[in-house]
């Protein structure tokens, strides 16, 4: 009776994961502290982004004076696609992609417009698995990331390792033949070039990788026993987002101050 449960259960949480539905994300776009000074020659983070027809894009003022972010370039003007309003310091602004934004959208700051940025839009992908929310564990917090999958395998769990910048994959399913991995990594999340890949512990070199704007496509061949898969990149998605970095400035501040100010009572 247990182990009918158990099995239930199994099914029920592996369904998701077989769906060839695309998962919309968050794209967070922030607008530096200091920003507004010209001298410091900052822009938008990240100042290119892609993303798909669904996703909503996220844009927050991180800096301590108001902005307003529009769509087009300066030398042109707006382009009515999107304006954000007055964006005072730590609102967020958010836009929902369309199927008429697919291709490049460019932006700028209205007020200050050396900062300029531009997003690159294209159709959800069909014949995809979606993992969502990677690194949702790690950072901020806010900066998530979706991975796209073909296997015939089910990818059930994922995790980052901050110290070797890596991607670890655990691998479901039960298949009588050696197929295909092929994953769409997106490159905010774990860049290359890439150091080594691993399966079930041991370095292979047979693998394929595709640039994409904003992807990395990777194939990896693998057997019916292959259950984790590890991705070392030179780079993988900062332990601190820039908004947190603000936050954790603006907390040890505090507490310095509060820390000078406050009375010390002698002893006597």
């Known amino acids: 009776m247990y182990k009918l449960a158990i099995i239930g259960l199994a099914v029920i949480l592996l369904i998701p994961l077989a769906s060839n539905s695309f998962a919309a994300s968050n794209i967070e776009i922030d607008i530096h502290t200091g920003s507004a000074d010209p001298n410091e020659h900052l822009t938008f983070y990240p100042p290119d982004s892609s993303a798909y027809v669904g996703d909503t894009i996220m844009i927050g003022n991180a800096d301590t004076v108001p902005h307003e972010v529009v769509s087009g370039n300066p030398s042109t003007g707006p382009d009515?696609?999107?304006?954000?309003?007055?964006?005072?310091?730590?609102?967020?602004?958010?836009?929902q992609l369309q199927n008429n934004d697919v291709g490049t959208i460019s932006f700028y700051d209205k007020n200050d417009q050396w900062m300029v940025g531009s997003i690159i839009v294209s159709q959800a992908p069909t014949g995809y698995k979606v993992i969502p929310d990677v690194?949702?564990?790690?950072?901020?917090?806010?900066?998530?990331?979706?991975?796209?999958?073909?296997?015939?395998?089910?990818?059930?769990?994922?995790?980052?390792?901050?110290?070797?910048?890596s991607l670890n994959l655990v691998l479901v399913g039960r298949t009588n033949q050696s197929s295909n991995?092929?994953?769409?990594?997106p490159t905010g999340l774990i860049n290359g070039p890439f150091l080594g890949i691993q399966l079930d512990g041991q370095f292979t070199n047979n693998y394929t990788i595709y640039q994409e704007p904003g992807f990395n496509a990777i194939t990896i061949p693998i057997t019916p026993l292959t259950e984790q898969v590890s991705i070392v990149g030179s780079s993988v998605v900062p332990e601190f987002?820039?908004?947190?970095?603000?936050?954790?400035?603006?907390?040890?501040?505090?507490?310095?101050?509060?820390?000078?100010?406050?009375?010390?009572h002698k002893l006597g």
């Not at 009515?80 to 836009?95: A, C, E, I, K, V």
């Not at 991995?181 to 990594?185: A, E, G, I, K, S």
């Not at 987002?241 to 310095?256: F, N, P």
């Open 80 to 95: 009515g696609r999107f304006d954000s309003g007055t964006l005072n310091p730590g609102q967020y602004y958010s836009y």
């Open 135 to 165: 690194g949702k564990n790690i950072g901020d917090g806010k900066t998530t990331f979706d991975i796209q999958y073909q296997s015939i395998k089910n990818i059930v769990d994922s995790s980052i390792g901050l110290k070797d910048h």
């Open 181 to 185: 991995l092929v994953l769409r990594l």
């Open 241 to 264: 987002g820039a908004v947190a970095v603000l936050v954790l400035a603006i907390s040890i501040v505090t507490i310095v101050l509060f820390t000078r100010l406050r009375p010390i």
